[in-house]
């Protein structure tokens, strides 16, 4: 099994390559939780994610034989970039399967790191399955994502980190996707400092781990449904499984609305952009995932910041959205002149701001007599939301609240 000796040693072989990205105490999320949390800020990282540490530490082990017939991987996109880079400052061709529908920001940036990049199948699992299939074909070195214990080591010098710059955490909170992030951060941390909790989180869409934990063997599921695609992978790993239940304390889940909100309170409060996978640590603290003190000592692992401009839209909306700051409705008006008005005039009376207001005269859904309107408001949170409502169904308005 992965160990501290084995952590050590991925430390002095990634040291030139990666970064020792910053931890910083929060006062915002501090004062939100009545914890005092920390961020270890592993979005500054090259490549934009952790990736880079465990694919430097794993090509620093290949032979020369297998630098010179190149390396093949899958991923949804973040090992993807640390493979590209560590393998193109090592000298050795990197060809990496990614999913289909993998980010187009993640796709380009593997690309400009000077790896060759196939789209290949709906999910993580697919692409490696061809992956595995260009291994066999090319001769080439597979790099797993997760499931290689010179992975999980390079990783866990993150967890090395930590102790560096926060030496008494009380809490250690880390992304679970299949594994070997946690599986390294875990090994570093309980080896020096057996007391300290290390806490696994996962999204409710791809909860592999935590269903593995519960039965007592690696469930394999389905399908995955999560904005956090770089933890979105359908089982943990062979090897990550046994330090996963040998070292790590709880594994705890958290939903997608949850996520949209943690990454909307970090763009907002702390001027900080993580991508899905990169907030879920903070997301288990703020909506209280697991149990913990007021005034513990919480330190999160901010995994990447590689999120999709697509994606990021649909996220914050959907963040203001749970919110309370962001509120789309359809009604139904008399179609006479003035009847739009005296709808706006409850709006100027409870201060709803109007994104944007379609009126439509024309709509099959109500009568000749009538109009349809649909309206796009900021609104100031969800006390103000139902006020509002409260106020339009009061004045006779039936109201369909669409977002």
């Known amino acids: 099994m992965l160990s501290l000796s084995d952590v050590l040693e991925a430390r002095d072989r990634v040291r030139e390559t990666a970064r020792h990205t910053p931890l910083e105490a929060s006062h915002t999320f501090s004062e ?27 090509i620093a082990t290949l032979t020369a034989a297998e630098r010179e017939a190149g390396v093949v991987t899958a991923s949804a996109g973040n090992h993807a970039q640390g493979v590209a880079l560590a393998a193109s400052r090592a000298g050795v061709d990197a060809k990496i399967v990614m999913p289909e529908h993998a980010p187009i920001a993640k796709v380009k940036a593997t690309r400009s790191y000077g790896g060759t990049v196939v789209l290949h199948g709906a999910d993580y699992s697919e692409a490696a399955s061809r992956a595995h299939e260009l291994e066999r074909e090319e001769g080439r070195t597979y790099l797993h994502a997760f499931d290689d214990e010179d992975v999980m080591a390079g990783q866990g010098t993150i967890g090395l980190e930590i102790l560096e710059d926060c030496p008494d955490p009380e809490t250690v909170v880390v992304p679970i996707g299949g594994g070997g992030l946690i599986s390294g951060v875990a090994v570093a941390i309980k080896s020096r400092r057996p007391s300290v909790r290390v806490v696994g989180v996962q999204a409710e869409g791809a909860a592999s781990a935590a269903a593995s ?37 709880e594994v705890v889940t958290v939903s997608d609305p949850e996520i949209a909100v943690t990454m909307v309170h970090l763009l907002e409060r702390s001027k900080t952009l993580v991508e899905g996978a990169g907030a879920v640590a903070l997301a288990a603290i703020l909506f209280e995932a697991f149990e913990y003190e007021d005034g513990e000592t919480i330190v999160a692992a901010l995994c990447g910041g590689n999120v999709d401009l697509n994606t990021l839209t649909t996220v914050i909306v959907r963040g203001l959205v749970e919110t309370g700051r ?28 109007i994104y944007a207001i379609q009126h439509d005269r024309t709509s099959r859904e109500v009568g000749m007599s009538d109009a349809e309107v649909e309206i796009d408001l900021e609104m100031r949170g969800p006390d103000h939301v139902e006020a509002f409502l409260e106020a339009l169904e009061s004045a006779g308005y039936p109201v369909e609240v669409l977002v």
């Open 213 to 249: 934990l519960e039965r007592g063997e690696i469930v394999t599921r389905e399908g995955v449904d999560t904005v956090a695609d770089g933890i979105a992978t359908r089982r943990v790993g062979e090897r990550t499984f046994p330090v996963i239940r040998e070292y790590v304390d």
């Open 326 to 353: 962001y509120l789309k409705i359809r009604t139904v008006l008399k179609d006479n002149p003035g009847a739009l008005d005296e709808l706006l005039e409850i709006f100027t009376a409870h201060r709803a701001n």
């Open 32 to 58: 939100m939780t009545d914890a005092d949390v920390h961020l270890k800020l592993e979005n500054f990282q090259r490549t934009g994610a952790f990736k880079i540490r465990g694919a430097t530490n794993r």
